[in-house]
Each structure stands twice: as C-alpha cells, then as structure tokens.
C-alpha cells in the first residue's frame, strides 16, 4: 500500500551561531501517514503551531496544500521515494495537504 509519511516542524535548526539553518528542528511537533490512492486524500489538519512540513512518499503522487485540498495530476509531483520540505502559512490549524497517486 503507498503511503505519503508527513512530519510537522515548528521551527528550523540553528547553526553555531544562531543563524536558522534548512533542516527542521527534531522531534516534529506531530507525525501522519495518508494511504496513497487513485483518488485524493486529504491529511488531517496540521497542528496549529506547524510552520514547516516534512513529505516522504514510497510512490510517484502530485500534492496541494489548502484548508480544502483537492490533488490533481495537475499538481507538484513529487517522485516515488522523494522527499521534499516546505513551508506552510500559519492558519491555526486549518492547513492540510492532499495526495493523489500520479496517473
């Protein structure tokens, strides 16, 4: 079964001196896992403190984030075995990102 592995962040990582670095900050501040499909899934809505997002998918899939996401093919890909990071608006806790397996 594939699945889209999501890990929130409140905060980035720092250097030696204090500057933030491209890496979140460990542990996350919450963990899901949306079972991948034909159809779009929506993960649950992020915590209200999540600022950064952590995707790993184990198939090619296209994502989109909103506080009602609908996936399409039309959408960012990202390719079976990726991994990518981003930042997300602070909505508090009405932001969530959607998956959709790649046709």
């Known amino acids: 079964m594939a699945s889209l592995w999501i890990a929130e962040y409140r905060e980035l990582a720092r250097d030696l001196e204090g500057k933030p670095i491209a890496a ?7 963990e899901q896992k949306i ?4 159809t779009t899934a ?4 992020f915590h209200k403190l999540t600022r950064f997002v952590l995707l790993h998918t184990d198939t090619a ?30 909505t508090g806790g009405l932001m969530k990102v959607a998956v959709i397996q790649t046709s």
């Open 24 to 30: 979140p900050l460990e542990p996350p501040i919450a």
């Open 61 to 90: 899939c296209h994502i989109e984030f909103g506080e009602s996401p609908t996936a399409t093919n039309a959408n960012m890909k990202i390719p079976a075995d990726g991994t990518i990071f981003h930042g997300v608006p602070h």
């Open 42 to 45: 929506p993960s649950a809505a």
């Open 35 to 38: 079972t991948i499909s034909g």
